[in-house]
Every structure is written in C-alpha cells, then in structure tokens.
C-alpha cells in the first residue's frame, strides 16, 4: 500500500495485526511498519506464513461443518481481518445460502476493505462492524447486529486468531463469558489461538522477545489457559489440540509439523 495516499483514520506508522497478517499470507494491504513487525516475529519463527495459512485453513473446515453438519445459520466472526479467499459468508452461504454473518474488526483498514464481505447471498445477509473485542458489550449491543442476528437462536462465534492479541489486563476470559452470554444454547465458539507449548525453552524466549519488540501486544497462551476459555462448554471431538489436527482433510503424514504451526484451536457447544 502507499502510505501517501493513506484512507482516513489509519495510522501508517504503528503497525497493526490485521495488515501483519495479510502480508504473512502474501497480500498487498500493508505498510513498511507492518512488513517489517511481520519479518520481526518470522526472524524468530519462520514458519509464521504456515502458520497464518493453516490458521485460515481450520477456519474454513470449521465453517464447513457448522453450516453443513451442525445446522447453524447464523455466525459472529469478531478479529475477521482482511477480506481473503474463503471468507466466513462465502463458505457458510455457499452451504446455506440463508446464513446470516456478522464481521467485526478494529482495524479501520478492515472497513476500508469491507465491501468484499457484504457480498452477501440475497437469501442470507451480512454486515460489518468497526468495534473492538475488549468492549464486548458495544458490540452485543450494536444496531447491525441485532438487524442482522437473531440471537434466540444458535449462532457460532468465531474467535480467530484474535484472542492472542487480547492480553492479561484486559480481562480475556471475560470477555469471551460476556459475549457467550448473549447467546443461546446450541451456539457455538470456535478460537484458535497462538501457543508456545509446542516449541523449546529457547525458541519460546526468542518468540516473546520478538513479539515485544514488534510493537503489536500478543500473548502466547498453553494448553491449560487456553482450554479456560471453554469451561462449562461441550468441546466438540478431537478436542483441544493443534489447528493441523483438528478434522484434516489430508492423510497425517502430508499435514505440517504441530510446532510449525504453533496454535491451538477447540470447537465447542454451548450446552
Ligand atoms: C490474525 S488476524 C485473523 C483474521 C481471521 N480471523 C483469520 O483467522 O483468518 C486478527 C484480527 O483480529 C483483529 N483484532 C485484534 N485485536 C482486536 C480487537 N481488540 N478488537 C477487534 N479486532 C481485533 C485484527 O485487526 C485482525 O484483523
């Protein structure tokens, strides 16, 4: 992107995660802060373009199975990023044309971009919203939300890697209880999340260093931490495990090395 022809409301100078992650996954949508705090996290983990790429990868099966086998037609991506191949309408509608979907982003650039996500099937709607996660109430609130989602009914709310951005003071746990509360039994949450479980002592301490120095505040989480966000919820089988093993479609031995990847991911019923 030109930073002298720069949309409004958009700070070429701080770089933002939305952008990160579209340069890790080979677009166009970033500025020279943002290659270089991407190219800053890949020096100490190189295989980060993997790992955005298997990222979107789960999310499209996981969208496949909620709208095809789990019959939910209504979806709420919070975290949705730069318009991509096999956005969250474009799969579910593609399955159900009637699916209703509600993005939301913090990044101005996102709206820029946003009308690539309202293409929706006459049958289903969608709509986008500029909001941030830590303020779950605005959004469950918001006008287009309640226009778009009728929330007595299932609806799968997508966390995708978003929730590592969130850190400790922002109180995470509760804001994925805020937002879940709104929602009735027979929603669904699905988060993948960045983890440094399966990585060396060394290689963890290099990762949190070059995220520290990358000016995008991130939180690696393990296991445990990240199985919290799922107390009182049914975890759908193969339960908490790696993005690369959750319903592949490719025999194990042609999928990625866990650690090259490095997130985890769960899908859970709200009983
Ligand atoms: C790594 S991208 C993931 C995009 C998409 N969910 C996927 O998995 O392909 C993370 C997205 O979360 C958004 N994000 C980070 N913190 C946020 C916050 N506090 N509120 C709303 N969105 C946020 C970023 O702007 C970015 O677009």
């Known amino acids: 992107m030109d930073a002298e022809r720069v949309p ?12 990160r992650y579209n340069y890790w996954l080979g677009g166009k949508d970033n500025f020279a802060v943002d290659r270089e705090s991407a190219e800053m996290v890949a020096s100490a983990f190189p295989t980060v373009g993997l790992a955005a790429r298997e990222n979107r990868a789960f999310m499209r099966r996981v969208v496949g199975y909620l709208a095809g086998e789990a019959g939910i037609g209504q979806f709420l991506d919070i975290g ?10 474009e799969i579910a ?3 159900d044309p009637s ?51 009728d929330l007595s009914r299932p609806v799968a709310l997508m966390l995708v890697a978003t929730m590592h951005f ?8 509760g804001i994925v ?30 990762s949190v260093e070059a995220n520290e120095r990358s ?3 991130f939180r690696l989480r393990g296991r445990e931490e990240f199985a919290r966000f799922f107390d009182g919820l049914e975890v759908l089988p193969p339960g908490v ?21 490095s997130m985890l991911c769960a899908v859970a019923r709200v009983p």
């Open 8 to 19: 409004p409301g958009i700070d070429p100078t701080k770089a933002h995660p939305s952008r």
């Open 80 to 89: 949705t990023g730069l318009p991509s191949a096999g956005n969250v309408h």
């Open 93 to 95: 509608q593609g399955i």
């Open 99 to 149: 699916a209703r979907i509600v993005y939301v982003d913090n990044d101005p650039i996102v709206l820029v971009h946003a009308r690539a996500l309202l293409t929706s099937e006459p049958r289903g709607r969608t709509a986008y919203i500029e909001a941030d996660l830590r303020d779950p109430e605005k959004i469950l609130a918001d006008a287009d939300l309640r226009r778009t989602l």
């Open 166 to 173: 969130v850190t400790d003071d922002h109180d995470p746990y």
């Open 177 to 206: 209880r805020t937002l879940l509360g709104a929602l009735p039994s027979g929603s669904h949450l699905v988060m993948t999340h960045a983890t440094g479980d399966y990585l060396t002592p060394e290689e963890y301490a290099v």
């Open 215 to 217: 000016g995008v505040p």
């Open 241 to 261: 495990g790696s993005v690369v093993e959750w319903r592949p479609e490719e025999p194990a031995e042609d999928r990625p090395a866990v650690e090259d990847v």
